[in-house]
């Protein structure tokens, strides 16, 4: 999934957001320069061979935007519209979702322009070592740790620690997370961020005496965000799920989905459309459904100023990345909507991810329920921290979660000092 949103130029948007935090947190504007500018930015352009003997040159960035805290980390990511101001809005935003959760982690991104959709397997793995290798000098479990994003996955991962171990002549599985399991990979972290989504909401829900087991649930994507975390919400919170989505559409039923029996149906036919018992419902009407939870899991800029008026539901967990305009965001606030701002709802994916960087390091591999316990922890507590600022400040969640990042990225940068 793509984060472009038409000609909205995501790297401004990124800039911006800092400066609106800068006045919140009285930063001086040397700071506030610092923050608006990513570190390092690489960019490649390097041949692969084609599976016709010819050759073609793609082009590549890896752009490190913030280390004060630690090794930077973020996502690869494969489609045709990569560009590098993309790449480094993505990386500013890994910047702060590592530092809401409190990960000792900076932010970055990486990305290629290519259609990997018309590449064969063999092109996707001459691609992927070739840019591994370019990018080798700059990452490194120290330095920095891709992970997958759009168009990559556990296997583009075992190709880049593979390439990057075959360089040093040794095995390194801390350099990448997001890995198979075989090579180093962690338990729970299919699961990761549909996971995190449901701690969050239950805290949420906490806040606002819900009573999660009388609480109606609708869902729109169910990709891997959407469908773990109405899975879990259903089973380990006992809420009703009245309604899902894909991108071929959606189903409704007020009096609930079985999940599991929803997973099967797509798994046979392609869809969740047509599933017996249920009503079909558009990718708009869903957001406006009477329900008490709305998890946006599919795609960018889905709450507009144009619909955030009709949102009944009391809580909006944003699973997917950036599903709320910032006009929506307002009139949200305003009609007492509880919005958790995609940087914490789904930041259990990277949390868990900073789980298998750590027990690759050890060289110690934790079971499942570890990693789990250790999640909603991480999640309990940022959630905590999240909500009391905005209360402290009269803010909406999403200020707060950025108020709350970037000034844990701002204290770490004073207390180092400005080199030399
Ligand atoms: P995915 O590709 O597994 O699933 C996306 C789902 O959205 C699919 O079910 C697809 O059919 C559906 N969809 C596409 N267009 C739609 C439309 N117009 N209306 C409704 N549904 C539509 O992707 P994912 O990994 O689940 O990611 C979803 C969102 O969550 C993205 O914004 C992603 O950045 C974010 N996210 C995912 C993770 C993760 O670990 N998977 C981590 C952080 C953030």
Redesign the pocket.
């Known amino acids: 999934?793509t984060?472009n949103s038409g000609s909205i130029n995501p790297f401004e948007t990124a800039q911006r957001q800092v400066d609106i935090v800068a006045k919140v947190l009285n930063l001086d504007a040397g700071t506030t320069s610092i923050l608006k500018h990513p570190k390092r930015e690489l960019t490649v352009n390097f041949p692969v061979r084609m599976d016709d003997g010819t050759y073609r040159v793609y082009t590549g960035y890896r752009v490190q935007y913030n280390m004060a805290r630690g090794p930077c980390k973020g996502g690869i990511r494969y489609h045709p519209q990569v560009s590098l101001d993309e790449v480094r809005a993505l990386a500013a935003w890994m910047t702060w979702k590592c530092a809401v959760v409190n990960l000792p982690y900076g932010g970055a991104k990486g990305g290629v322009i290519c259609d990997p959709k018309h590449m064969s397997k063999g092109e996707l793995e001459r691609l992927t070592r070739r840019f591994a290798s370019e990018i080798s000098p700059i990452i490194g479990p120290e330095m920095d740790v891709p992970a997958p994003d759009v168009y990559t996955d556990s296997q583009t991962m075992a190709w880049i620690m593979d390439t990057y171990s075959m360089e040093r002549g040794y095995s390194v599985p801390g350099v990448v997370t997001g890995k198979p399991l075989s090579i180093g990979g962690s338990e729970g972290r299919g699961e990761?961020?549909g996971r995190g989504v449901m701690y969050v909401v239950r805290e949420a829900a906490k806040d606002l005496h819900l009573d999660v087991k009388k609480a109606t649930v609708a869902i729109?994507?169910?990709?891997?965000?959407?469908s773990v975390a109405g899975n879990l919400i259903q089973k380990e919170l006992g809420s009703k799920i009245i309604a899902l989505?894909?991108?071929?559409g959606?189903i409704h039923n007020p009096a609930g989905l079985d999940i599991a029996a929803v997973e099967a149906h797509k798994q046979k036919t392609g869809s969740v459309v047509n599933f017996p018992g249920s009503n079909p419902v558009g990718?708009e009407e869903i957001l406006t459904l009477d329900c008490d939870i709305l998890v946006p899991?599919?795609?960018?800029n889905q709450i507009t100023r144009d619909n955030a008026k009709g949102v009944k539901a009391k809580i909006v967990a944003e699973?997917?990345?950036?599903?709320t305009t910032p006009e929506a965001d307002d009139i949200l606030f305003a009609n007492k909507v509880t919005v958790l701002p995609?940087i914490l709802a789904?930041a259990g994916?990277v949390t868990v991810s900073y789980f298998e960087w750590v027990q690759d390091l050890q060289g110690y591999f934790w079971e499942v329920h570890d990693v789990n316990t250790r999640l909603e922890k991480v999640m309990s507590a940022s959630y905590r921290a999240v909500a009391d600022l905005a209360q402290k400040h009269g803010v909406h969640n999403r200020t707060a979660a950025y108020v709350l990042a970037i000034g844990r990225v701002t204290e770490a940068m004073r207390v180092r000092g400005i080199y030399p």
């Open positions: 999934m984060s990761a961020t729109q994507g169910f990709g891997n965000a959407g989505s894909d991108s071929r959606g990718n899991a599919a795609l960018e699973a997917a990345n950036g599903p995609d789904n994916g």
